[in-house]
């Protein structure tokens, strides 16, 4: 058992000083991992995570594809993925092997989301904006801003697009005399001179 704990320790510092400024590398606790493949975006980009039992290395590590982050991956990739990094974990029984699981993952990745459709995000996310606009939103430029914006994660909600229109004119520009200043109020709060002269 307290070797165990120790081969854990020492993979622990291996692995922290081999994805030193990876940013596609994450530690969330002293026996959990996750690597990003693939850049954010793109469809077949993936995070795997890794964590270890108490057993490892002499057990198979856990094998997570289940992140918020891996919502687009069709569940059919994401078992496949799965099932190959536990079948070359085999290998490594009774070895550190979370940094060979992730390389091995980095040389098969396109095998490995052969099978994930090229546009899993658009697609996905995009229909289900179509459905849920207004029969009055159905101008094409609002169509494409949520087709785009549904990879931005700071879209405007369907409130805030239509207090921006109700503040234009038909060619988009704002009303005249939008920023003038009323008089009448303004000298209100800070009060006339002529006023002020008259009375004395």
């Known amino acids: 058992m307290s070797s165990n704990l120790e081969q854990q ?6 692995l922290q000083s081999i994805y030193d400024g990876d940013p596609s590398f994450k530690e969330l606790n002293p026996t959990t991992y996750q690597y990003k493949f693939g850049e954010d975006g793109d469809p077949k980009s993936f995070l795997l995570e890794i964590s270890w039992g108490e057993n490892y290395p002499d057990e198979k590590p856990e094998v997570n594809m289940d992140a918020f982050y891996n919502k687009h991956i069709i569940q059919a990739v994401k078992d496949h993925i799965k099932k190959c990094v536990l079948q070359e974990a085999e ?13 091995s ?4 990745l396109n095998e490995l989301v052969v099978d994930q459709p090229e546009k899993a995000i658009e697609n996905g996310i995009s229909d ?47 009303p005249r005399g939008y920023d003038w200043v009323d008089i009448v109020k303004h000298l209100s709060q ?6 002020g002269q008259a009375t004395s």
């Open 9 to 14: 320790s020492e993979e622990r510092e291996v």
């Open 105 to 108: 993952v980095k040389e098969k």
């Open 128 to 174: 289900l904006n179509i459905q849920n606009v207004d029969d009055n939103d159905d101008d094409d430029e609002i169509q494409g801003s949520k087709k785009s914006g549904a990879i931005k994660k700071s879209a405007l909600s369907k409130a805030q697009k239509r207090k921006q229109w109700d503040r234009v004119d038909a060619r988009g520009e704002m």
């Open 91 to 103: 290998d490594y029984l009774g070895n550190a092997m979370t940094f060979s699981l992730f390389e």
């Open 190 to 195: 800070t009060g006339s001179k002529a006023d």
